[in-house]
């Protein structure tokens, strides 16, 4: 079934044990001087015999309490090292778990207790009365217990399952981050996290692994897909170490890279220009980084970042619900860096690119992208359902293919290259504009700290481009009005002319998700808000065609 050669079998703690008996000394998991002090907690290395008894030791207490398959648990530990501990115990049981986010509050962690159904929640010791008032906001009952388990109560749910977890047993609950809407509940089986690993492991080009010998480091959080699914279970397939950061800190990043001799580091979009813009260190080249893996990096700094620091970056597409069943990555050459493309997909996907009618789409012309497994299992490797919600599930399948709602193009090579999702375009006077493309451009002027770039009602164009903008420095009225001019001016200078925003709004901060992604709804919000205040430039005579050429 899997084109990978580790074989996709039986458990994501079976597969820790065997790892564990092929590398038992080597570093399992590093913990940095920074992330322990963030987290009040030892710096050190674990080998794996050392995690492998931290596991047990948690096994038998989650065992003696009544906790076993069919069961779910909460884990807010956000990037603790006792996750990885909790989450392997808790899978050699057959219990789910539901990483939670520190951000939640009551209202969030409600919704998550009742729509999840988590029997134990393991939190901080501060947080423990907040999720005992959000189990009881929704009359279930919850046995909330602190990171050591020391006070861990009797399970009071059903009792578990006599069957045995297997491949096709659930693995984790995954919240998407609800950038619109509540966020769905994505039901993850042992076989989509092993099916991450195991895809990962078998790359070849810039992206080749050596078993035993990498070093992989990470801000993201464990509460999504890509730190959970792929840095983690690469690594611990291969007999690799994970040095898993608190979050990334933009001014201490290559002291950590440099301090813990990584291999292979995972981004965002967001970093890049956030490392371009600091001032040039000394470690920034001392490190030993073959490769970055990661989404998002803007095309104009691609090369730049490269250049600068000195290795490539690996941009890759996929999402939680695709899990490995479709994703594809620029491993190889050309990778056409500068372009958003993401890659070629390999035999074992089949995918399409449409309109909006559903039609596929010419080669360069843009369309949402269309997605399933090759063979006669369209949906291995993706998620198996959203939770209590089957509509939703087979709406996201119409037609037998997964739809992304990324809108990407297809160039002659048989490259994709992505656009932007399909909620973000803008539609003014009949030309559809990314925001993930105009947000690119802005990020390279040197007042822009950070920038989101959405929709604003406009009578006569239908949409006008709106750019909520973080500035480098505090402004004054006089200061952001000359500020406003001087992007539109570097804009006109980089985009068509129609694509350079009409207002220019200036605010403390805008909206992010826990991976610093944009909360779009919340974006949107802002924007509307601020082009009615005194912190909105109106720019728009300056968008004019003469000026673009």
Known sequence: MSHSRLHVSGTVFEAFRRTVEQHEDGCFLCVLPQVAESYAIEARTWSYRQAAHEVQVLLRRYRQAGYGHGHRAGLMLENRPAFFFHWLALNALGVSVVPMSAEWRRAELEYLVGHSEICVAVVPADRERELSYAAQGTGRSLAVASVDLADLPQAAFAAPSATRPDVAAECALLYTSGTTGRPKGCVLTNEYFLEAGAWYADLDGWCAISPGHERLITPLPLSHMNAMAFSSMAMLLTGGCIIQLDRFHPSTW????????????HYLGVMPPMLLGAPVSERERDIGVRFGFGAGV???????????????????????????GAVVIANREPRKVGSA???????????????????DVSPGQPGELLVRHAGDAPRYGFFHKYLKDAQATEQAWAGGYFHTGDIVQLDADGDLHFVDRKRNVIRRSGENISAVEVEGVLLQHPGVAAVGVAAVPDEVRGDEVMACIVPRERLNEAAGAALAQDIVGFCLERLAYFKAPGYIGFCECLPLTATEKIQRAQLKELAQGLVRSSACVDVRKLKKREVAR
């Open 298 to 324: 803007s095309p104009h700094l691609h090369a730049a970042f490269e250049r600068r620091f000195g290795f490539p970056l690996i941009e890759a597409w996929a999402m939680t619900e695709t899990g490995a």
């Open 341 to 359: 493309c993401f890659g070629r997909p390999g035999p074992q996907i089949e995918y399409r690119v449409v309109d909006e009618q559903g039609r």
């Open 254 to 265: 290559w002291d950590s890279v440099s301090l813990s001799g990584a291999t292979i580091v």
